[in-house]
């Protein structure tokens, strides 16, 4: 299937730009061991608030922009947690794993968030502060760039997953109630490790605008076994299609494909990076046409879906509702903030 020319463009520039606008893993990470061994430099968070979390603060459906809404999961959880950062190594590959863990007692689930193609952890931030609030450990990382195929990032979730998060968190891991979650390449990123690396060992998937392009695939394409599955799916669609995000490659080709239960969120008038952290965003300007939705808005309801998603899967949450009716959903869709389709 060919490209469009606008987007084969922002992958050229982007591929021109990964040595000086990615820069290491570790680069927002802090300190790292050198062995793939327990993560060490723990930072203790106290709360959410002091994670970052704040990043979506007000903006919620049922109030206006910098406002505060009532809805449980616009809000951080009870629960503090602790940063902590880990240098893998998946064959010729090394990276640093930011792993964001409650500090409360007991096995927590666990949920690996993978970004989009040239962005950097800290801006998925609010997603992985909110998730570990709730009691849900999160994994997160860099992304590696344009030089490195989608095919060996999934090889990369996998191998974090299945082989370095039992040994490195033993006795603090729930392995029985696992998801995962990506953005943009991340998407296509966690739905090849769930159909394949992972399979049978993932319970729940998650995507903000996923993108199942053949550029940088390693010639794969998750769409291809997507029907085979077997898990409960999300797909937080942007409605502005862009140079980063082709419409063929998106949630309107996907979520047919995805077997029940699954639910399609559109994100009205969103744009493809308004779905993480504006201020982290790396190379935004080469997505285009941008997004008019109110980026505060945008991402408060992004981080409460995918919060609230996981909530209801890895916690056995009962007040999420299999459409999100009660997480915000019928208030969101009165607003003409998103709309919502459910199997």
Request: glycine content about 12%; overall charge negative; hydrophobic content about 40%.
């Amino acid at each position: 299937m060919a490209r469009p020319l606008l987007f084969t463009a922002c992958v050229m520039l982007a591929a021109c730009a990964a040595s000086s606008d990615t820069g290491s893993a570790g680069d927002n990470a802090g300190a790292a061991d050198d062995g793939g061994g327990p993560p060490i430099a723990a930072t203790d968070a106290g709360s959410a608030d002091a994670a970052g979390a704040s990043a979506v603060d007000g903006g919620g459906p049922d109030t206006d922009a910098g406002t505060t809404s009532s809805l449980r999961y616009d809000h951080d959880g009870p629960f503090a947690f602790t940063t902590a950062n880990a240098m893998l190594t998946n064959g010729t590959r090394s990276f640093t794993e930011i792993a964001y863990v409650p500090t409360t007692a007991g096995l927590h689930p666990v949920v690996s968030l993978s970004p989009g193609l040239l962005q950097k952890a800290a801006a998925y931030a609010p997603f992985a502060s909110r998730l570990a609030s709730y009691g849900v450990m999160v994994l997160l990382r860099d992304d590696p760039g344009p030089l490195t195929v989608t095919t060996d990032v999934a090889a990369d979730v996998e191998y974090a997953v299945g082989t370095w998060l039992p040994t490195a968190y033993a006795g603090k891991v729930d392995l029985a109630h696992v998801g995962l979650a990506g953005h943009s390449r991340g998407g296509k990123t966690t739905l090849l490790a769930a159909e394949q690396g992972l399979k049978g060992k993932v319970v729940a998937w998650f995507g903000l605008d996923p993108v199942d392009t053949t550029t940088v695939s390693g010639g794969k394409q998750a769409r291809d076994t997507l029907p085979q599955i077997g898990i409960p799916t999300v797909y937080l669609e942007a409605a502005v299609a862009s140079s980063c995000s082709p419409a063929a490659d998106g949630a309107e080709t996907l979520f047919p494909l995805s077997p029940s239960p699954s639910v399609k969120i559109v994100g009205l008038g969103a744009g493809h990076t308004q779905l993480q952290d504006q201020a982290s965003c790396t190379q935004c300007n080469l997505c285009a046409p941008a997004g008019k939705a109110d980026p505060k808005i945008v991402l408060a309801y992004a981080v409460r879906y995918m919060t609230a998603f996981f909530a209801r899967e890895l916690l056995a949450a009962t007040d999420v509702g299999p459409a999100f009716e009660m997480a915000g959903a019928s208030a969101d869709v009165q607003a003409g903030h998103v709309s919502i389709d459910a199997k």
